[in-house]
């Protein structure tokens, strides 16, 4: 518990200390506070007689540490004393009274601290940029300081991609006696760099530069974001420890091979620019974790992308792709998988959804969507039966999922599911009647037509609730759509001759 009073032994040297006679003078004015219960005197007058003998440092230690004793003692009284009062709540009222009130007290002291807390800006609920004494620093939630992200003498709080942007600070080092002149002083010598840098939620700083010219052995990081720029500079990829590079919101149409040459590059940002290509070199990034293209004019992308084995964050946005190479199946570190924004779903994402089973894809199309658009649009049936599988694992107590989900199980080689998903549906639903087209067909692709059957002769020249046309022409339409499909059973002829008009 004497770690908790820190902060005042802190205060407590940063104050002025009067002038002293002597070294046992201020011991025995030190020794009176103790005996009054202030404290905060004793321990002010015990450092004071340290600053007049250094030698009795020893001594000073052990009275100061008896005066935290002395306070423990009264923090350990006065939770026994809560304690007591607590015991007591049953007994009287009087007693309860005091609790509730103790209560209110503890509530709004917690009040103002959460309302502090939301003062301030937290980055992904984790960090926020805190100031003391003209030093600044990042608090985690609990108000805690984040020794890793060290002290700053300018610094941005951190953007959307995690970074900020400072001059850090290179020393803090605290000066409290001054044995020449027997006074007490806090001096806090503090060196900053004028160098940029950008930091990380890590604690890794990268030497920093806006200038596309300049060319240092040590930059790791350029950011040329919304500099209008129509091409790059040689100069650029001359520096080949970079590691971070953002070109961002400029007019490129077109990379040149040079982008190989920076081997080192963990973070490229090519968003909002008018790239329809990339050149081959780009894919030889090994090290590369975070690439961004949101927003250009891509159509595809080459099979040599499933090259950036280390890559974790794929950002293609507002991108004109409509399918992916297969090869990005190979990325088994990528954690995130943006596709968000673009002209239409992509035809093979269930593909690679069932490749890389642990990457978030981000994308505008729900499942339900994806899965009608397979199909209607693309007539891609196994991905639309993936997609939809995903639609009933989420809601499963939707009765037009689990139809639609025996409608696509047909055209999968999948009657047995057909029957079981139309069952479904009439469990959930048994108004849902029409669903029994799905099941006459699961039964037929299953070989059992007996059980096709009945339900065919059932419905012969009928209708279904809500549907104007016969069951006999939906019968027959549905089996002409297998059929476009290349799906064919020798039974589908018993069906036509069952309803031939």
Request: include cysteine.
């Amino acid at each position: 518990m004497k770690t908790s009073f820190v902060f005042v032994l802190f205060i407590l040297l940063v104050l002025p200390a009067q002038a002293q006679n002597n070294y046992t003078q201020a011991i025995q004015q030190g020794d009176a506070a103790l005996r009054r219960g202030e404290y905060k005197t004793a321990i002010k007058k015990y450092f004071a007689a340290e600053g007049f003998d250094p030698s009795k440092k020893a001594v000073v230690q052990r009275k100061v540490e008896v005066a935290f004793d002395k306070i423990e003692a009264l923090q350990v009284e006065a939770e026994r004393a809560l304690d007591q009062v607590k015991a007591e709540q049953e007994k009287t009222q009087k007693a309860l009274t005091q609790v509730q009130e103790e209560q209110e007290k503890t509530k709004q002291a917690l009040d103002k601290a959460n309302k502090l807390l939301k003062m301030f800006y937290f980055y992904a609920d984790r960090f926020a940029l805190a100031n003391l004494d003209g030093l600044y620093y990042f608090i985690d939630k609990n108000g805690n300081r984040v020794q890793k992200l060290g002290h700053w003498g300018s610094v941005t709080q951190f953007d959307n991609d995690g970074f900020a942007y400072g001059s850090p600070c290179k020393s803090d080092t605290v000066a409290t006696f001054d044995p020449d002149t027997y006074t007490e002083h806090v001096r806090i010598y503090r060196e900053f760099t004028n160098d940029l840098y950008v930091l990380d939620t890590t604690g890794r700083t990268y030497l920093f530069s806006t200038d596309s010219l300049e060319k240092q052995s040590d930059i790791a990081a350029i950011k040329l974001s919304d500099a209008r720029l129509g091409t790059l500079p040689d100069s650029l990829f001359d520096n080949l420890n970079l590691e971070l590079l953002w070109l961002d919101d400029n007019k490129l149409e077109s990379l040149p091979p040079q982008i190989g040459k920076l081997k080192n590059l963990k973070w490229l940002d090519l968003s909002n620019n008018k790239l329809t290509t990339l050149p081959v070199e780009i894919w030889d990034l090994e090290n590369l974790k975070v690439l961004i293209l949101a927003n250009n004019e891509l159509a595809e992308l080459p099979k040599e992308i499933g090259n950036l084995n280390k890559l974790e964050v794929l950002n293609l946005s507002g991108t004109h792709l409509v399918t992916f190479p297969e090869e990005l199946g190979n990325l088994k570190n990528l954690k995130i998988l943006d596709v968000a924004t673009g002209i239409s779903p992509l035809h093979n994402l269930a593909t690679i959804e069932q490749l890389l089973p642990n990457c978030k894809i981000i994308t505008d199309f729900d499942d339900g969507d994806m899965s009608l658009f397979l199909e209607e649009m693309s007539h891609d049936y196994p991905q639309a039966f993936y997609f939809q599988k995903k639609v009933v694992n989420q809601y499963s107590t939707i009765d037009r999922h689990w139809f639609r989900l025996s409608w696509l199980a047909l055209f999968v080689n999948k009657p047995e599911e057909a029957i079981q998903a139309a069952q479904k549906t009439l469990g959930l639903n048994p108004q849902a009647l029409s669903v029994e087209t799905n099941l006459a067909l699961g039964y037929l692709l299953n070989n059992q037509w007996p059980e096709a059957e009945k339900i065919y002769l059932k419905w012969k020249g009928k209708t279904f609730p809500n549907d104007k046309r016969t069951c006999d022409t939906i019968f027959l339409k549905d089996i002409a759509k297998l059929e476009a499909a290349n799906i064919s059973h020798p039974d589908f002829e018993k069906v036509k001759q069952l309803f031939k008009k």
